[in-house]
């Protein structure tokens, strides 16, 4: 037997000094924990040692002589009593929630479950085998890494591009990247990948998550494995199968690649919840540690309260459950160097007594973090639980993604009636949603599209979702999708039908481009990827979610290209504050105007008797160019024809025509065709 050492407890997870590793795991009704060390394959158990404690419900010992590469679990002994909130079962392996990595990927089994799977008694009864076998192992790592100068980009947020990104399904199905490497860290930072998100003109790529993800008996009798990785079972360590090489040094050298390329690395983080479930789920680590400290139980402590619906949440507010979330967001922004977080149902971290609350101690905490204030700090500003809904709400350092966008956008294009007021406010920055708390259009991340729902190209191509290959009879995933065919569902080789859909395409694009805010584009939907009326591909692990990169509409990828640019041209359209509608000082123009097909501005009742609109930005000396930009759009199947204002004027953008055509001058009159937009540009301020 090993003979542990008392070290510290304060460190928690398995630190290595040199000489040996440090562990430490909190459990405040634990009664017993074991250390459990493993052979290099982890196949075979070598040492168990009785760690010391608690000393303030930590448990902790050192062990000398042995470092990184080390792979450990640990069995935690309690009280079984759900009708309590225990569910000690220390015949269940279980993974430290501060590891830095796991020697597998998750695999279901339901030896995992503290319950006999088939006993009538169902959690209430107790089961007595052991998971080892099929449990991943936590293994110590050595954090030396050499970053080479490593400079974070800090791109400004007016001057932020994100690109949402799936690790494993962007290149699994890459030409140019080696079949061994193919949906790993490794091949994301690819010359191929890295060169075809700078031509494209992306700051920033926002990784859905990253984290080790467990999956459901469901999926695993069908087949299916979680795909998106919204179910995370430790939130210090990447998911074992986006490492091509075993090594957290791999994700590092992603980080440090992304920023030589200028490009910041945001993750997508799940804190609201775990992959184990409700009391039928499996026992993988916090359950087994100490369920009632971190999860939000039920007043029959048996039951999980669900602010998510993915079956539990976590308990924010016990101290110890903040400090891990905390600890984690600062291990991967410190030692991980990543730029920024996406919360996922971020109203969940901010509830205290089940309550949202925008001074919820968790935003206190975050901002007492020298290295967590710098970062960017975006929220989903929703989940499901009473007042869940609670856009506009988060605080001044934080950015939301706007589903007022996205519902308003989608909805103008597909034609639908009295929303031009909408669609101006939602074009400006949604000044109504943020402005109240003194915040700019910069709190809000703009997107058509995102991981969840149809993608760009299947949402003018299904009215209905297809959901049938994750097994739910088509029940899962948004029923309203605010999309349109176009005449036929799915894909089609109707001329007709194809050049009103890449129209439309190009004009939800250029709409979010041409939006004051935060853009966010999808992976893919810059050359046109389907998933085939799939809005909820969360389980396809396989072609329906991989990104086809031998399926590229070139022309459109140009054409998103181009828009990039004309955005980083015209510091108008990235304003870092809300327009007024003022005339700007020194000239008889207003910073922006709204703009009837006939020249007139709009007043009043105009908002409601017409659905085709100008809008006139004045370029405010900062640009290479004077005078004025003027974006006209014709929601309406027929044309239109605008007065332009005085002054000479050409067109830089139109959704009409290939984007490889030159810009040409246009008249005092011009006929915006059905369904289009048009960006130009005006030699003196209207």
């Known amino acids: 037997m090993m003979e542990p050492k008392t070290d510290h407890p304060f460190a928690l997870g398995a630190h290595f000094n040199g000489r040996g590793v440090n562990f430490a795991l909190f459990s405040a009704h634990a009664e017993k924990v074991e250390l459990c060390l493993f052979d290099e394959r982890g196949e075979r158990e070598t040492h168990r040692i009785t760690m010391p404690g608690p000393m303030n419900d930590i448990w902790h010992c050192y062990v000398p002589q042995v470092g990184p590469g080390l792979l450990y679990g640990y069995r935690v002994y309690g009280p079984y009593d759900p009708l309590a909130g225990h569910r000690f079962n220390p015949h269940k392996l279980l993974i430290d929630p501060y590891t830095r990595a796991l020697d597998r990927p998750f695999e279901w089994s339901d030896l995992h479950c503290g319950y006999s799977v088939g006993d009538s008694r169902g959690d209430l009864s107790f089961d007595t085998r052991d998971n080892a076998e099929f449990m991943p192992k936590c293994r110590v790592v050595d954090p030396a890494f050499d970053w080479k100068g490593d400079i974070p980009p800090q791109t400004a947020a007016n001057q932020t591009t994100i690109y949402e990104l799936h690790v494993r399904g962007y290149t699994m199905r890459h030409p140019a990247i080696a079949q061994p490497l193919r949906g790993s860290c490794a091949a994301l930072v690819s010359p191929e990948v890295i060169n075809h998100l700078r031509v494209l003109g992306i700051s920033a790529v926002e990784l859905l998550p990253v984290h080790p993800t467990g999956t459901s008996r469901a999926l695993w009798q069908n087949g299916l494995r979680d795909f998106w990785g919204y179910n995370s079972i430790a939130f210090f360590a990447p998911e074992p199968r986006i490492l091509a090489s075993g090594s957290v040094s791999e994700f590092k050298a992603m980080v440090r690649a992304f920023h030589e ?398 984007v490889t055509c030159e810009e040409y001058v246009v008249g005092r009159i011009f006929t915006l065709e059905g369904h289009s937009l048009t960006l130009l540009l005006g030699s003196r301020i209207v």
């Open 261 to 658: 390329a200028g490009i910041e690395v945001i993750l997508d983080v799940v804190f609201n919840h775990t992959g184990e479930g409700d009391e039928l789920g499996p026992t993988l680590s916090f359950r087994g540690i100490d369920n009632a400290s971190y999860y939000c139980l039920a007043e029959d402590k048996r039951r999980y309260v669900d602010f998510t619906g993915c079956k539990n949440t976590l308990n924010v507010e016990h101290p110890r459950v903040l400090k891990m979330i905390l600890d984690a967001l600062h291990y991967w922004a410190a030692e991980m160097r990543v730029d920024g977080f996406r919360f996922d149902l971020a109203v969940s971290l901010a509830r205290e007594g089940h309550h949202f609350s925008p001074y919820a101690l968790f935003f206190a905490a975050l901002r007492q973090d020298p290295i967590l204030a710098r970062v960017k700090l975006i929220a989903e500003p929703w989940d499901l639980g009473p007042d869940g809904y609670q856009l506009g709400s988060f605080p001044a350092d934080w950015s939301e993604w706007n589903d007022k966008f996205r519902d308003t956008m989608r909805r103008f294009w597909r034609g639908d009636a009295g929303l031009l007021g909408d669609f101006s406010t939602r074009l400006a920055g949604s000044s109504d949603v943020y402005a109240p708390s003194g915040r700019g259009p910069t709190a809000s991340v703009n997107y058509i599209t995102a991981h969840d729902g149809f993608t760009l190209r299947d949402l003018v191509s299904y009215a209905v979702k297809h959901n049938e290959a994750n097994c739910e009879d088509n029940r899962d995933g948004a029923e309203e999708n605010f999309s349109a065919n176009y005449g036929v569902e799915g894909e089609s080789n109707d001329s007709a039908i194809r050049v009103i859909r890449l129209r439309q395409r190009r004009n939800l694009i250029a709409t979010l481009l041409f939006s004051e805010g935060i853009p966010m584009l999808t992976a893919g939907d810059e050359f046109g990827r389907t998933q085939m009326g799939n809005n909820n591909a969360y389980c396809q692990d396989n072609e329906t979610s991989w990104v086809d990169w031998d399926a590229i509409d070139h022309n459109f990828m140009e054409f998103v290209r181009r828009l990039l640019q004309l955005r980083l041209r015209f510091s108008v359209l990235r304003r870092p504050r809300f327009f007024s509608g003022d005339q700007i000082s020194g000239t008889s123009s207003k910073d922006i105007a709204w703009l009837l097909p006939d020249g007139r501005e709009l007043f009043g009742s105009d908002w409601h008797g017409t659905s085709c609109l100008g809008v006139s930005y004045a370029l405010d000396g900062s640009e290479t160019e004077d005078g004025a930009l003027l974006l006209l759009v014709n929601p309406l199947s027929s044309a239109t024809e605008f007065s332009l204002p005085p002054g000479s004027w050409r067109c830089l953008l139109d959704t009409v025509h290939d």
